[in-house]
């Protein structure tokens, strides 16, 4: 497969291997540490690191400046960029700045509703949506032209991404709606994240029938739960979030202070199985405030050391 | 917003052949009103009756 | 329609208790259709005015007028004389007629009595839903008659997003997911194939991202 950019997700991915990516999110500060201490944590057990574009809709240190932190500090960033906050001039212009940089990759989405976060007042962007974000950043790489049709000098070569989600509804349009993504221009897909492993795979099943795994590569998302609260919040509170009662039984039958740890199993166990599931090239682990655990994650699951991939 | 009790209002629902029910409802309604006494409107206008009739006699 | 909701009473008071004479002027299209600011709700709202004023022991001279509707020329001639005298007008319009009136009236202060909030439908008796958001550039041919600029959220134009629970919006549960909706149409229409057609880039400057619209009919 050829390899047409310098991302190192897309070396491992194209080079076979299973691939393990991770986000981290900016402080709600000017200080970066944080954020660099992170990045830090997690580099020599995943791939390349997803840096969230003011999730939520919660204000955050931006996500490029994030990124080029990273990137300064020798690791592999991620790029993920939002609708709700850019209209189309700012985000051709953050991509040129990302790329400046040499940030390799790139995840198109379109951002939770303001509503959700500290600025429920302001106005929201949408100029354009995550698929049309998507075209934008191939037809920049691709056609080394702006959206308007004016050529740039030096094009920005980002590895394309989009996020997917099996369990929102509806269901039916889920598969469809990938392969919509996919004729967008995405390279890699990164889901929300997976508890509910039947209907995981039930949507892994409509993929492989239409053939779409072999034409973009599938991470699913693993977020280990750290308590049984946790749980329950998600499954209440979290749209798009699919937490069957099961789990939540099963952190329930064990004591408080033993909770956290059988999360991570749980996670262990959800990546063993989809290890097996036609069509998934890899995991986005999504350990957020609880980035020290992805190393004990990715080692148990035998995804580590990860492969060198030059 | 213009300090007027809710409860001074009220609507009652019934046809031109109820006239027993009539008689009760006002007799109802207007022993409620004696009972709650003048409005704050009806003393913001005795109260401009007032002022304007002393202003008369100054005048 | 144009939908628009009467201001807080407190709000309305604050702007028209340091006149001496005000006019209270109702318009009977639009805004009488949601109850809000139709030629009764202006003499509504004139009597409460007057209520309000007699307990703070205000003098003002509060009179109560309407038109059939403030955004054309011809229905003014009525209430020519009204206005004329008038010192100041709390205009019951959606914002057109408001501005309409202070444009003709240029030495007269105009305030707004409502806050003019959507187009939409009257979907039943009281109930008011945004269905239009005026983009200049109708895409309703291809969402089986549903509009994702003024019903999604996030106005995607290739929905729905990852938010999309039980057929409702991520930002509450009384609101239908636009997408959802389409896709229902969609299916009932068996144009499911349309829904994997990628919607191209909007022109936003046909709507009001482009500066005010105007229209001119040039046999005029």
Redesign the interface.
């Known amino acids: 497969m050829e390899i047409k950019t310098n991302s190192k997700l897309e070396k491992v991915l194209k080079n076979g291997y299973m691939a393990v990516t991770s986000e981290c999110g900016p402080p709600r500060s000017s200080d970066s540490a944080g954020i660099i201490k992170k990045g830090h944590l997690i580099k020599d057990h995943v791939d390349c690191i997803n840096i969230t574009d003011n999730q939520t809709s919660v204000t955050r240190l931006c996500s490029l400046a994030a990124c080029i932190h990273l990137k300064n500090e020798g690791l592999e960033p991620a790029l993920q960029m939002v609708c709700r906050d850019r209209n189309r001039i700012a985000l051709q212009s953050d991509i040129l700045g990302a790329a400046s940089f040499g940030i390799n990759s790139i995840l198109c989405l379109s951002g939770d509703h303001q509503s959700f976060g500290d600025h429920p007042s302001s106005q929201n962007v949408f100029d354009l949506d995550s698929m049309q974000l998507i075209q934008t950043a191939r037809y920049m790489r691709d056609e080394g032209k702006f959206l308007g049709g004016d050529e740039i000098k030096e094009p920005p070569n980002l590895f394309v991404g989009a996020a997917a989600n099996p369990f929102a509804d509806p269901f039916h349009i889920r598969v469809p709606r990938l392969a919509k993504k996919i004729a967008a221009g995405a390279e890699f897909i990164q889901t929300q994240c997976v508890y509910n492993l039947d209907k995981f795979e039930l949507w892994m099943k409509g993929v492989v029938e239409r053939g779409l795994h072999e034409k973009v590569f599938i991470l699913p998302g693993i977020t280990p739960m750290r308590s049984v609260g946790m749980a329950k919040y998600m499954a209440r509170a979290v749209p798009g979030m699919d937490v069957p009662k099961e789990l939540i039984d099963r952190l329930s039958g064990v004591p408080k202070d033993k909770q956290a740890e059988e999360g991570i199993t749980i996670a262990v166990e959800a990546i063993e199985r989809l290890k097996e599931c036609t069509g998934v090239k890899g995991f986005h682990i999504m350990a957020i405030e609880w980035e020290e655990k992805v190393p004990e994650i990715v080692e148990r699951s035998g995804l580590y050391p990860r492969p060198d991939v030059g | 917003?213009?300090?007027?009790n809710p409860e001074r209002v009220e609507f009652y629902n019934l046809s031109a052949a109820q006239g027993p029910r009539w008689a009760e409802i006002c007799t109802e309604f207007t022993e409620k009103i004696i009972t709650m006494g003048p409005s704050?409107?009806w003393f913001?206008?005795q109260?401009?009756k007032q002022s304007a009739e002393t202003e008369k006699q100054f005048a | 329609m144009i939908i628009g909701e009467q201001k807080p009473f407190d709000e309305i008071w604050e702007m028209v208790k340091d006149h001496k004479q005000l006019l209270v002027f109702g318009c009977n299209t639009c805004v009488a259709v949601c109850h809000q600011g139709g030629n009764k709700e202006a003499e509504i709202l004139a009597s409460l005015l007057r209520m309000r004023a007699t307990q703070e022991e205000i003098d003002i001279d509060i009179i109560n007028g309407g038109i059939e509707r403030q955004c054309e020329h011809p229905f003014f001639e009525s209430a020519k004389d009204l206005l004329d005298k008038s010192e100041a007008v709390l205009s019951l319009a959606c914002g057109i007629g408001v501005q309409f009136v202070a444009e003709k009236y240029m030495n007269t202060p105009v305030y707004p009595a409502l806050n003019t909030t959507f187009l939409g439908d009257v979907k039943a008796d009281g109930l008011y839903t945004e269905k239009c958001q005026a983009c200049g550039d109708c895409v309703l041919g291809v969402t089986g008659g549903v509009c994702p600029v003024s019903r999604c959220c996030k106005r995607i134009f290739n929905g729905p997003c990852g938010g999309s629970s039980n057929g409702k919006c991520e930002i509450s549960k009384d609101l239908d997911c636009a997408w959802q909706l389409v896709v229902d149409r969609l299916e009932a229409l068996g144009k499911m194939d349309d829904y994997e057609k990628l919607a191209p880039v909007k022109d936003w400057s046909k709507d009001r991202a482009g500066g005010p619209r105007s229209f001119k009919l040039e046999d005029f």
């Open positions: 917003m213009i300090g007027v704050p409107i913001a206008l109260k401009k």
